[in-house]
C-alpha cells in the first residue's frame, strides 16, 4: 500500500556552493556507512517498527540505489513535475527551503530515498552553514530529524540530542523566515533555472 512522506528542509547556503549541489551527482545510501542509517530508524515510538526497520536496512538501503540516477537538479525536477516540491531561495541570505511531499510504495527505502536527496548538501555547505531535514510518515507519529552541517550529516533523537535539536530547530525557523522574503510567486521550476543559468 503506497504511503506518504512529507520532508521539509531548512537550510543556509549561498547560491554558488547550491549550485555545486545542484550539478553534482545523487551519491548512493549504499556510499555511507550502515552506521549513517541507523538514525533513521530509532525515533519511531512503536518499539516493533524500530527493530524491523534495523532489520530491514541493509536491504533498504540496496533497494534506494536502484532508484537513484543523474544529479540533484534532476531529481528535484522530477518532483517539480509531479507538483510535490515547494523550493525557496533567497540569494541575500544563502536560505534555503525544500519542501516536498512523494508517495512511497515501500516505506524504509522511502525514506532512504527522500533523506539521500538532500544529504548532498552538507557537502557543498560552508563554515557557518546550517540546515535541518525534518521527514514525518503517514504511518506513524513519529518524525525523523537530519542536521547537516559542512561535510557532515547526521541523525539526532528527540530525546538524546535535545540540546542540539534546539538549536537546529531555532535556526531552522530562522532560515524559513528569510526564506520567505523571496519571490514567493516565482515557480519552482524558475528557481532551478535561475539557479543553474550561471
Known sequence: MARYVTVAAAVTIDAARLRTYLRSPVARACARPESDWTGLCTPW???????????????????????????HATLLAALDEDDALT?????????????????????????IWALTALRGLAGTMAADDTGLVELTTDWTAGTALLRL???HSAFLHPAHDSTTLTRARNAAFDTRCLASEADEDEPTGEVLARLLDH
Open 45 to 71: 515510538p512503536d518499539a516493533a517498527v524500530r527493530r524491523r526497520y534495523l532489520a530491514e536496512l541493509p536491504a533498504a538501503l540496496a533497494e534506494c540505489d536502484r532508484w537513484i540516477e543523474g544529479d
Open 149 to 151: 552541517s559542512p561535510d
Open 87 to 111: 523550493l525557496r531561495h533567497h540569494e541575500a541570505t544563502g536560505s534555503l527551503t525544500v519542501d516536498f511531499d512523494t508517495r512511497v510504495d515501500f516505506e524504509l527505502p522511502g525514506m
